[in-house]
């Protein structure tokens, strides 16, 4: 089942902007993780947050963590055409299971 | 570290047919693979936990005689979709899980393309 819900679905900035794509989710998690799909390809783990996280960077990105409110931001600082692809969250739920569960997603576009 | 591959990365199949998938983790060793499919434009759903050893764990409305899946060794894994259909037309991605080192983290292949004609 879907838990994480991304907006916008879509998005289209220039180069150099920032990009910010949310997640809301619906159940605890143990960590949630942000993933990048470039067109017909697998996934690029980008970075993970643990529940008992409230903000980690990582280079350009820099992701946060709301439990009260069950989601999260992904923001790209200046943002190059290479940023254009599509992506994920995804959860991990309490209570032992391994399984992720992926959000519907955010196409970016990065315009040169 | 951490390569998944999968084989093939495309393939046509005649409706009827079966198709095996296979995903491969390179360089270390996973006890769990995961199963996920891909519509255009959408998510991926997980479709099945494979577990080295033993039976597959499918989700809720996945066919498991239709999705067949064997996890024989520690380095991979193989999905064989069954009878194929034209709605089984779809990205079929799996994922690896390590047997040790950094939890919960899956290390993902890049991809099957699977199409029924």
């Known amino acids: 089942s879907q838990q994480g819900e991304e907006d916008p679905q879509a998005l289209s900035i220039q180069e150099g902007e920032n990009a910010t794509m949310n997640c809301s989710y619906k159940t605890s998690i143990n960590n949630l993780q942000w993933y990048r799909q470039n067109s017909g390809r697998g996934l690029v783990h980008l970075i993970l947050i643990r529940s008992n996280e409230r903000e980690k960077h990582s280079g350009r990105l820099r992701v946060t963590l709301d439990t009260s409110k069950k989601s999260s931001s992904l923001l790209i600082t200046a943002s190059r055409a290479a940023d254009t692809a599509s992506y994920f969250c995804?959860?991990?739920?309490?209570?032992?299971?391994?399984?992720?569960?992926f959000g519907k997603g955010t196409k970016l576009t990065v315009n040169p | 570290g951490a390569v998944v591959s999968q084989h093939p990365s495309w393939v046509i199949c005649k409706s009827g047919t079966s198709v095996k998938i296979e995903c491969r983790s390179l360089?270390?060793?996973?006890?769990?693979m995961f199963w996920y499919r891909q519509f255009p434009k959408q998510s991926l759903m997980l479709m099945a936990t494979?577990?080295?050893?033993?039976?597959?764990?499918?989700e809720q409305g996945v066919e498991k005689d239709k999705f067949l899946i064997n996890h024989a060794s520690l380095t991979l894994s193989t999905l064989t979709v069954t009878s194929a259909h034209p709605e089984d037309s779809s990205f079929y991605i799996c994922s690896a899980q390590r047997t040790s080192g950094t939890p919960y983290e899956q290390y993902f292949g890049p991809g099957t393309r699977l199409t029924v004609t």
């Open positions: 995804a959860t991990l739920t309490q209570g032992g299971s391994e399984k992720l569960v």
């Open positions: 360089d270390f060793q996973a006890t769990t």
């Open positions: 494979s577990n080295e050893g033993s039976k597959a764990t499918y």
